[in-house]
């Protein structure tokens, strides 16, 4: 049996061990994922090869500290700056990037990217990976900060505009992505763009999906958007760790299926 694991701290709201061993179930893998509340990132990557787990899933808050641990980094996850996914290839460990791969396919299922403008909320890690999808796929990224000089640090790094979040009624773009934590659970009354200021846009991703439907992609419907959750980005990050590991290409239909329907059922938090 393969093992493969999620590091992070805290994990318990996690939906990757369901989302994960469903498709290993349906895919016909002899494989169990578990995830390990991290309190030392050293010694529970010493543990990877020490007990043979065949990849990791890292999440908050060891996305960037975790590259320095490891054998090599990718370009795209040397890049953004952050490590999701590691690999385990006879003790040797490679880090990669699937959140800005989740976030492209998620995409490019509804709208193409080339030659568009994504007006991106948020500068965090989450952020870097949309910016760098966008620019790979030939979009221009307009970074909007509530702590200007942080956007515009990740501007210059790119290439880009920012500006402070209080310009937002000021710009158009075809598609607006929300990457900051503004609308989780439980705070679900909160967004960063009212119903007026949704009308200068086509497109509206929220990278959040706890809850679903946020009240950026309620007012977005309402504005006449097409709306995109952060679900299909999730499913899609989680289905290309799964290719990184087996080769397999998995069930993203089948795997969206699960998580959504355990997020209708209760009340969940985390990725
Ligand atoms: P992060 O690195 O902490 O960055 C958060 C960003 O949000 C910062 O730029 C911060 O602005 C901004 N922000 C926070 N609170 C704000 C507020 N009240 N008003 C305005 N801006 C605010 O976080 P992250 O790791 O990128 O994660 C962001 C979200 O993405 C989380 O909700 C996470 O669950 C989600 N996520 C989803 C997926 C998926 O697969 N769907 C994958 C990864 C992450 P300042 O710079 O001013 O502090």
């Given amino acids: 049996m393969k093992i493969f694991a999620l590091f992070g701290n805290p994990i318990r709201h996690s939906l990757s061990p369901l989302m994960h061993n469903a498709a290993y179930s349906k895919m016909g893998v002899d494989a169990n ?69 989740g976030l492209t396919i998620a995409l490019k299922e509804k709208m193409a990217i080339e030659g568009k403008t994504f007006l991106i909320l948020g500068a965090g890690g989450t952020a870097r990976s949309a910016v760098y999808a966008v620019q790979k796929e030939g979009g221009v990224p307009i970074i909007l900060n509530r702590t200007a000089e942080k956007g515009g640090e990740l501007a210059a790094e790119f290439g880009c505009e920012s500006y402070q ?15 900051t934590p503004v609308g989780m659970n439980p705070d679900t009354e909160k967004s960063l763009a009212g119903s007026i200021v949704l009308t200068h846009f086509g497109h509206v991703m929220d990278v959040i999906y706890t809850p679903l439907r946020t009240k ?22 989680g289905a290309e760790q799964i290719k990184i590991w087996t080769g397999m290409d998995p069930p993203r239909e089948f795997m969206k299926n699960v998580v959504f329907h355990k997020l209708k059922s209760g009340d969940k938090n985390g990725d």
Wanted: neutral net charge.
């Fill in 33 to 101: 994922y578990v995830s390990f509340c991290v309190d030392n990132i050293e010694s529970a990557v010493r543990g990877i090869r020490d007990l043979n787990i065949c990849g990791v899933s890292i999440t908050i808050p060891f996305k960037s500290t975790v590259m320095k641990l490891l054998d090599a980094v990718d370009d795209s996850a040397l890049k953004i700056g952050a490590v999701n996914t590691i690999l385990n290839r006879k003790g040797r460990l490679t880090g990669h990037n699937t959140d800005w791969m």
């Fill in 165 to 179: 979040i209080d310009n937002i009624e000021k710009i158009k773009a075809d598609c607006l992505i929300n990457t």
């Fill in 216 to 237: 950026l992609l309620r007012n977005a419907e309402k504005a006449g958007c097409t709306v995109l959750s952060g679900l299909d980005m999730f499913v899609h990050q």
